[in-house]
């Protein structure tokens, strides 16, 4: 089993591997956004909301950096944007922007498929102008600029569809996980192997662990946006909770069987050290980043105190207790059958 200093240090450097160039988004953009690069700056682009419906007033948010991850400054752009049948049917004019990070509203009338068209000024431009439509999207013929391209889908339902199948991706795993287990403990109850609550902590440690797991693969894209360690943190955290929830399961149906007590103990007490120091770790890293900036923050300002959050850090302080009750309570069954 690798440890968790391991597996970070392996996300650590898988993170400082790949080009540091960060987005002043909320959230890493699951649909109607984009990351494009042009010669000079990498352009980031989101929706909001994200699933944007017909006649309802849009965010069209821009975030503009260079290639090393910093601010630009007195960028002019320019953002169209066209029907799925080639009309344009809006634009906005030629504007100089302080800084890269700016809003664009527009109402899209109809449900269906659009292209924005975003222009980045590369040389002398006509001020508070628009250019005329084109024939081909991306073309530059006389424009002093760069140019590209994002697809936006404007939906009524598709925006529910892919929340209730999330939704459904998360509590259906669970649910089976919880069958399974509710049925090995009552085929225990049946049998008359439970004498206390002890069954019903563990199966409880088993499923936060393995939920608290899928909680983290959720949030990782609210942060994707900020640093890239960020998400591959969080993926790993989640990672290795599951895999820590899905080993006690193993080792618990296989005690089942006829693993001899020692032998069981000794290795629930490898893993639930490995599950409490892991979990211990992120809780105190969550603390410290709601209260103070957290490491490599790009805003230099603590964590938003998030329902998300709050749910993922309540399940791993329980399992922290939970973990720590098992194990006392394992050793002394341990020794209750020793003196015997």
Known sequence: MAPWPFL????????????????HLDHLPHYNGMQRGVEDYIIHQALEPEYAGPGQLTAIIFSIQDYDGNDVRDVETMAEIYSSTGER??????????????????TFPQAGNYHLIFSVANGPVNSNSIDSPRGTLLSTLGCNCERVVSNLNISVSFGDIFTYTVLGAIFVPLGGLGSVLWLSYRKKRNIGQL?????????????????????????????????LEYPIFLITAGGMQVSYGMLYIMLTLKS????????????????????????AILVGLYTYSVILPPPLSPTNQPEAVSIAGILAKSVEVFLVGGIIYLMRYEKKKLQAQVTQ
């Not at 634009?91 to 890269?100: E, L, M, Q, R, Y």
């Not at 001899?260 to 599950?275: C, D, I, M, P």
């Open 195 to 227: 004498r206390d609550t002890s069954e019903i902590i563990k199966y409880a440690v088993m499923l936060s662990a393995v939920g608290g797991g899928i909680v983290h693969f959720a949030v990782f894209s609210e942060h994707a946006s900020l640093r």
């Open 89 to 106: 049917v809006k634009a906005f004019p030629w504007t100089k922007h302080d800084v890269g990070d700016f809003t664009l509203y527009y």
């Open 8 to 23: 970070l240090a392996v996300a650590a450097l898988l993170a400082f591997s790949a080009p540091q160039v960060f987005a």
């Open 256 to 279: 089942e069987t006829g693993l001899e007590k020692s032998q069981y103990y000794r290795k629930t007490v490898a893993l639930n050290l490995f599950g409490m120091a892991g979990t």
